[in-house]
């Protein structure tokens, strides 16, 4: 089938899909043959060379893409679209494939086949997700937090994927720090590890120590990842219709714009040292945050594409996740989820984009590290004060306040269909994160537990907006359901939330002479 598929793509100059189904094709004759023979049937054997010249680029592009450094990035908005479109034709061609091999098979045949077909997707997305960085890797950030419903080699897959992304050369990264330097590293470095402490989605992190000293952590941008966002924004473009049709009241196009600018201050390391400082005084101010740390930012060695901050270790929150004991995992998770909220209800300055990489734990003193303020926002004290009444309505199950409230907020787009019964039902469904009960540990699956409780599914879909200013707080909820849910902590979360929102009342929120542009 793979060999017919290569001959019929060449043959009307299909030539991407030829690339693909000879790879799959040269896989499996390996497979017949024990890695004896690549082609059996004489496939490669009868290719055209005029048709090699037209199949050798996409190679050396596939080859280019697997390597394990990347000097440079896979820019081109159409080829990224094609390696996106590609993963999804071999997942569901792995699947077919399977389909029919389980038709006849013995119950424990089918196991071993589902086990193989989970391991080959699992390698697909690692192969292609890991070399493309940019959103793509967001995504998988986001899938890696709420995949505890997959099945395990997936769940193993998306933490291989974020634990060993490629990373570009020490001499690409000599070359980067020398242009944003204006000087050679050597005079600004005592040290510096050429090996990554981390590859991540926009950049990566090098163990360094300055002359003064101090040992620190260099945050180098990707070469073209400003390109690469844009790319990727312009292929979700593609996606509007269908978008439009899942939420007909919602400014998709604004959204997607919103995001993109987003993105776009993402990539600035001069704005992540300001808001990484701004949080951090604030978190120094709050009494109620001593267990909580941000590093330090050296701002007289940040540039646009380098962010030199203080170092700090401790355990990865997954590794702790799964070491610490269930009263250790409930006063980290009871940490982290006051943290998060205080910094949204008091400080109005939050990362809008918190996951389990994000964290670094002291086993000991349980103190934690919070990394990464590239998503970090302030957010104006009007819109917290209508988020901290719609809280205490909630917690009060007071309709009338809640109605009111969502429509002057902007979140319903046709109140004379909108569902709001379900809608707060709903709503403090979700604030119990998937409990029953304060003694009940969070479900690790507790985004799919969420959607089993969830009566009304689509009703209320077809009415609903997303405020341009709310862009990016679906992602920040969500982040806080997904690295909470990693350590299965106990607590009576409604009642906390509520008691966070209220407490923007009582003490009001946190202000320092110093504004997001002095700070």
Request: hydrophobic share 40%.
């Amino acid at each position: 089938v793979y060999g017919a598929a290569a001959r019929w793509a060449m043959r009307f100059h299909q030539y991407y899909l030829a690339d693909l189904a000879l790879e799959e094709y040269r896989g499996v004759c390996r497979k017949m043959t024990q890695g004896l023979q690549a082609d059996v049937l004489g496939v490669v054997g009868d290719i055209d060379p005029k048709v090699w010249f037209h199949l050798e680029p996409v190679i050396r592009r596939k080859e280019f893409a697997e390597q394990p450094e990347l000097d440079n990035l896979t820019e081109n908005g159409t080829y990224r679209t094609f390696k996106l479109a590609r993963l999804g034709f071999k997942i569901s061609t792995v699947q077919f494939k399977n389909r029919v091999r389980s038709l006849f098979a013995a119950h424990q045949t089918k196991v071993k086949i589902r086990e193989e077909e989970l391991a080959d997707i699992a390698e697909y997305i690692v192969n292609e997700v890991g070399a493309m960085k940019g959103p793509a890797v967001k995504i998988f950030q986001l899938a890696q937090m709420l995949s505890p419903g997959l099945p395990q080699p997936l769940q193993r897959s998306f933490q291989k994927t974020l634990d060993s992304l490629p990373s570009i050369s020490p001499e690409v990264i000599r070359q980067i720090l020398q242009k944003e330097w204006g000087q050679d590293p050597d005079s600004v470095l005592a040290e510096f590890d050429p090996k990554p402490l981390a590859a991540a989605s926009l950049g990566q992190v090098h163990r360094a120590k300055l002359h003064t000293g101090e040992q620190v952590a260099v945050k180098i941008q990707y070469p073209g990842i400003e390109n690469v966002i844009r790319n990727d924004i312009n292929s979700f473009r593609l996606l509007l219709p269908f978008y439009g049709l899942l939420f007909p009241k919602a400014d998709v196009k604004g959204n997607l714009w919103k995001s993109e600018m987003e993105f776009m201050q993402e990539i600035d390391y001069r704005r992540e040292a300001r808001m990484q400082n701004l949080i951090r005084k604030k978190t120094r101010h709050d009494k109620r945050a001593v267990d909580i740390h941000i590093p330090k930012v050296y701002q007289d060695y940040c540039t646009g594409k380098v962010l030199v901050m203080e170092l700090v270790k401790g355990q990865k929150l997954w590794e702790f996740a799964g070491s610490a004991s269930q009263e250790d995992r409930d006063e980290v998770g009871q940490k982290l989820f006051r943290y998060m909220l205080r910094s949204f209800f008091i400080y109005g300055a939050f990362n809008a984009d918190p996951h389990p990489g994000n964290f670094l734990i002291d086993p000991d003193s349980k103190k934690i590290h919070v990394l990464d303020y590239g998503f970090a926002f302030t957010y104006p004290e009007d819109r917290r004060r209508l988020w901290a009444y719609l809280a205490v309505a909630i917690a009060e199950n007071n309709q009338p306040e809640f109605n009111r409230l969502i429509q002057q907020m902007g979140y319903v787009g046709d109140a004379s269909q909108f569902h709001f019964a379900a809608a707060l039902k709903n709503t403090r469904a979700i604030l119990n994160l998937g409990t029953d009960s304060p003694d009940d540990p969070i479900p690790e699956d507790m985004v799919q537990v969420l959607g089993q409780k969830l009566t009304v599914k689509a009703k209320n879909r077809k009415h609903l907006c997303l405020p341009l200013e709310d862009n990016a707080l679906p992602r920040f909820l969500l982040g806080i359901m997904g690295t909470i849910s990693k350590l299965q902590p106990r607590g009576d979360w409604g009642r906390w939330y509520t008691d966070f929102a209220r407490e923007f009342f009582d003490e009001g929120p946190i202000s320092l002479e110093e504004d997001l542009e002095s700070a």
